[in-house]
């Protein structure tokens, strides 16, 4: 960013991060707002906190010292070109089933009303996965051919 030569202005950022400052914390507060208003019952704010912070303790404790380990392990083992791009694959799979883990697991599933959590997440997740794969051997592929060249 350009500095002011002003000496009363203090601020580096320019007017679009603070547009986008003042919208995100705009939304943030919206979100707040509906997990906290109790109107009917339809919130359980106690129950997304502990969902919250439980996703965040797992991720610290398991996941994150999961994919420095795999990291650690695959680097040596892997051929220079594909190393980045299977860390990467490790890493964004990961997420993506912590991400996936209450919906795969079921949470908030309702007998009287199927019409929550309707879907095979597991299925999904399996589906994300290979996608995410997919395109990391696409990725290897044409580091490879690039290499030939």
Do not use: C
């Not at 010292?65 to 392990?73: E, F, R, Y």
């Not at 309707?118 to 290979?130: D, E, F, R, S, T």
Request: proline content about 6%; cysteine-free; hydrophobic content about 55%.
């Amino acid at each position: 960013m350009k500095q002011s030569a002003d000496a009363g202005e203090t601020s580096s950022h320019a007017w679009p991060f603070w547009v986008a400052l003042a919208g995100g914390w705009s939304m943030i507060g919206f979100g707040i707002h509906g997990i906290v208003d109790r109107v009917g019952g339809r919130t359980n704010p106690f129950g997304l906190a502990r969902l919250f912070i439980g996703l965040n303790v797992i991720h610290d404790a398991v996941v994150a010292p999961l994919v420095i380990v795999a990291g650690v392990v695959l680097g040596p083992v892997l051929p220079r070109r594909a190393r980045p791009v299977v860390q990467g694959a490790v890493i964004v799979s990961a997420v993506v089933a912590l991400y996936a883990y209450p919906l795969v697991r079921g949470y908030g599933r309702i007998a009287e009303s199927p019409s929550v959590l309707p879907l095979n997440y597991g299925h999904g997740l399996a589906v994300v996965l290979a996608a995410i794969w997919a395109v990391a051997l696409v990725i290897m592929a044409v580091r490879w051919a690039a290499a030939r060249d």
